[in-house]
């Protein structure tokens, strides 16, 4: 008995003893974790992301990142998933020609284009663009609160790919289903006012042409807003050769905002009015401080003529985590008002269209006749290569020469040439982007770089349904506009198309110092 | 001679590569509530180099962004290195300050000490550390230049010897007018491995402009290389007087037996 008890009393835990075994392993710990088992100094041992398995320095030329303002309104950078790769660098140098054009020390502003390429090289996604879906949800909930959107031309040959379709998957009747089944209240096409933009645009080039305009040849397209802003870092001096036009998109969301709110009876300080582009730079575009003219119209300056600019990823984003499978949605039509569109303002979305449409239709705007054939397919400015000329003879005006330029780079070697005087052009359509729209900024990602076969697809798909989906292939038979002019906008380039429809730009060559003979 | 990285400012476009070099190299977790880049940028025991984004007037009083890197500058005679009784802070022959933490006792004198309040304490952590930058002495001690000056896209650093940069700095204000004529870290308390260039005043960019030239240990050097000496000569006086005071009451002792010791 007594044995048992001694033993009893030997297996219990006294207070002491449990205290004095707390102790010992508290000390152990703190002991283990302030020497961290290792006697060496704090620090790296060694590299690091993947592809640089080895501990060594960064390879010379692939290294680093741009510089991204906190405040750009289009792209943004999650600084987790960098990894120094230097694709950034790569693009907005070699391609764009922004990074590395200008002199240091910089000056009061990090010199970007908004165009987005750098989303699309960016193999971690760490480059995004800024995500407003949020403020589409909001507006879209709000049950007193009129949503109108519009969809660029690209953003059909491109959201497919988003949802397992093949590279140029035309879904353009789908978006639309889409974008009706999200609850917007009115869906718009932006190819309609790429048709005004051909009249507006068209109309000022025979107005330069002829000489009742006081402005320089030759004229540059004003579609492309990174494009634009490219143009008023470095080229400031030729902002006289732009058209004055707003880009597509300003111009529907200026129309939305007066025209259609004047036919619907609504007020226009109850719209809200949305674009889905393919494109970074829009947002941007539609930030700038002047592109309010629906508001100035209405004596609200305070309103946005285009409020929310969504790109084709961010569509997709939305679409999906509202449960909606875009494949397997019927096709949906555009609503009317402004909805109806020909080829032609469809071909925007790809390099060379712009001229292309204007080409149709300032041929019949010149000889009142339908253009032939040959300019229906004008192949010599259509494809990937950088820089494309074609001379078309109109009767009347006789040999116009026209340039088309697509991606930053190729841009510089033409505006060299129109500063010194010798660029024989009349008409210079440029797209920031390689590819033009299809591929732009806010569009699906690719393969890494994006490669031309995938900007292929998308631009045969486009031109694929220039020539056999739609209807219509020249901007002066769409009805709509015909009728736009008539009851709201009076004639091409008149007062209140001037307020509405065009805009003024701004040299930015003060932000900068621009680098001589880069 | 030890190594030394010399920084333009007027060349940094602010993209801040260096920062996030300097994560991967040293694995450290990005700081949900301090960025490392901006005007809101601060150095924390996650972050040891960071970008602050200055908003300034340049010589023609025009508005100018200018970037300022900050880390360890690596003073040539650290006040860490003298403050630290543990040698947890030692200053290494190819010039990094580098800490060891197994020999830190944590009692964060070095952060008392530094003139340019850089150590920092893990005070989030139940058994903190104290860090700042290594220079990312593996690839000094290599020759390699630490991981933020490899990634610069924009030429911001030269890494080399500290004497030849100086030089070289030199060189470059003497020639280009629109530096401000001052390298910094040439003689800021004594002199640092890490030494700027610029084009605006650096008190304008937030560097630390009143400091002494004097190096900071070279303050207490004196008296601090007096401690051995009055250690031992304070033991062997406490020694002399405990055998004098024992040996006396043992011989009064002795001698009268009677009176109670």
New interface residues.
């Given amino acids: 008995m007594q044995n048992q008890a001694d033993k009893e009393k030997e297996r219990q835990v006294t207070r002491r003893g449990f205290l004095k075994m707390m102790g010992g392993i508290g000390l152990t710990g703190?002991t283990a974790?302030?020497?961290?088992c290792?006697?060496?100094?704090?620090?790296?041992?060694?590299?690091?992301?993947q592809q640089y398995q080895v501990?060594?320095?960064?390879p010379v030329q692939v290294?680093?990142?741009?510089?991204?303002d906190?405040t750009n309104p289009s792209i943004t950078r999650d600084?987790?998933k960098?990894?120094?790769c230097?694709q950034c660098?790569e693009v907005c140098q070699r391609v764009q020609t922004v990074y590395g054009y200008y002199e240091?020390?910089?000056?009061?502003?990090?010199t970007c284009v908004n165009c987005g390429q750098c989303t699309l090289w960016c193999p971690t996604a760490a480059i995004t663009e800024r995500d407003d879906i949020d403020k589409v949800v909001q507006a879209l909930e709000d049950k007193s609160i009129h949503v109108v959107v519009q969809t660029a031309p690209a953003t059909r040959v491109g959201l497919g790919e988003e949802f397992g379709m093949a590279p140029g998957s035309f879904v353009e009747g789908k978006q639309v289903a889409a974008l009706k089944k999200l609850g917007f209240d009115a869906v718009f096409d932006t190819n309609f006012s790429a048709d005004l933009t051909i009249f507006e645009e068209g109309t000022e080039l025979i107005k330069r042409v002829t000489g009742a305009l006081d402005e320089p040849l030759p004229q540059f397209t004003s579609c492309s807003p990174g494009w634009v802003k490219f143009c008023e870092y470095y080229y400031p001096d030729l902002l006289h050769h732009m058209s004055t036009c707003k880009s597509p998109q300003q111009m529907l969301g200026a129309l939305v905002k007066t025209y259609y709110a004047k036919e619907k009876g609504i007020s226009p300080d109850k719209i809200f009015s949305v674009s889905i582009m393919p494109c970074t730079a829009k947002k941007f575009e539609a930030a700038r401080p002047e592109m309010n003219s629906a508001g100035k119209h209405a004596g609200k300056p305070e309103l946005r003529d285009v409020d929310v600019v969504l790109t084709t990823r961010e569509l997709a984003r939305l679409i999906k985590s509202k449960g909606i499978d875009l494949t397997s949605l019927k096709d949906e039509k555009y609503d009317t008002l402004m909805g109806e569109s020909t080829s032609a303002g469809l071909i925007f979305g790809a390099t060379g269209g712009v001229m292309e449409a204007a080409i149709r239709s300032a041929y019949f705007l010149i000889t009142k006749q339908e253009p032939p054939e040959a300019l229906l397919n004008l192949t010599p400015i259509r494809g990937l290569q950088g820089c494309k000329e074609a001379t078309v003879n109109i009767p009347g005006v006789g040999d116009v020469k026209v340039a088309v330029v697509h991606g930053l780079s190729n841009a510089r070697p033409i505006l060299e040439a129109v500063r010194k005087g010798d660029a024989p052009y009349h008409f210079i359509e440029f797209m920031c982007c390689p590819g033009g729209c299809i591929s732009g900024g806010g569009q699906p990602r690719t393969s890494l770089p994006p490669s031309d076969e995938v900007r292929q697809a998308r631009i045969n798909s486009i031109y694929n349904a220039d020539a056999h989906i739609y209807a219509k292939r020249k901007s002066h038979e769409n009805k709509e506009v015909l009728a736009l002019y008539e009851k709201f906008l009076e004639s091409p380039n008149s007062h209140i198309a001037h307020e509405l429809l065009h805009t003024h730009y701004e040299d930015r060559s003060k932000h900068l110092t621009v680098k001589k003979n880069a | 001679m030890s190594k030394g990285v010399l920084v333009d400012?007027?060349?940094?476009?602010?993209?801040?590569?260096c920062?996030?070099?300097c994560?991967?190299?040293?694995?450290n977790a990005?700081d949900e509530t301090t960025p490392?880049?901006?005007d809101k940028a601060k150095l924390t025991g996650k972050n040891w180099t960071v970008v602050h984004h200055k908003?300034v007037k340049d010589s023609n009083g025009?508005?100018?962004?200018?970037f300022v890197k900050q880390q360890c500058l690596h003073c040539k005679e650290p006040a860490c290195v003298s403050a630290c009784f543990a040698k947890a802070f030692?200053k290494t022959e190819a010039g990094p300050v580098?800490?060891?933490?197994?020999l830190?006792v944590?009692c964060r004198y070095c952060m008392v000490a530094c003139p340019f309040n850089v150590p920092k304490y893990e005070w989030e952590k139940?058994?903190p550390?104290v860090?700042k930058c290594?220079m990312?002495?593996?690839?000094v001690e290599k020759g390699?230049?630490p991981?933020c000056v490899?990634?610069?896209?924009?030429d911001v650093f030269k890494f080399g010897e500290r004497e030849e940069l100086l030089k070289e700095a030199k060189a470059i204000i003497a020639k280009d007018a629109?530096y401000v004529k001052h390298i910094y870290g040439e003689e800021e308390v004594g002199g640092t491995d890490w030494i700027y260039i610029s084009?605006v005043p650096f008190d304008q960019l937030g560097f630390k402009t009143n400091v002494t030239k004097r190096s900071l240990p070279s303050y207490t050097a004196s008296f601090m290389h007096a401690t051995p000496f009055v250690g031992i000569t304070w033991g062997v006086i406490l020694t002399g007087l405990y055998h004098y005071t024992k040996r006396r009451n043992q011989v009064s002792k002795e001698n009268n037996k009677n009176i109670k010791a």
């Fill in positions: 703190i974790t302030i020497a961290g290792s006697t060496d100094p704090a620090g790296g041992k060694g590299w690091m992301p501990a060594s320095s960064f290294k680093g990142r741009i510089p991204i906190p600084d987790k960098c990894v120094l230097g660098v240091l020390p910089i000056k009061d502003d990090i | 400012l007027t060349k940094c476009v602010g993209c801040g590569s920062t996030v070099a994560k991967l190299y040293n694995g990005w490392t880049l901006g908003e025009q508005p100018v962004w200018r030692q580098i800490y060891y933490p197994h830190c944590g139940a058994f550390l860090t290594m990312c002495s593996d690839k390699e230049a991981a490899s990634v610069c896209p924009a629109k084009d």
